[in-house]
């Protein structure tokens, strides 16, 4: 599991700094909501 969520976090904080820098900032962070939803829905 921690094998898993390490680099999902990395990767969640890499689209964080090119969001900042991009204007699809928002479209980054629909995604980041959705797969906070999708790991919440987990049973």
Request: hydrophobic share 35%; no cysteine.
């Amino acid at each position: 599991m921690l094998g898993v969520a390490i680099p999902t976090a990395n990767k969640l904080a890499m689209l964080n700094t090119v969001s900042k820098n991009l204007p699809m900032d928002t479209y980054f962070n629909d995604g980041k909501k959705k797969i906070t939803e999708m790991r919440s829905n987990r049973p």
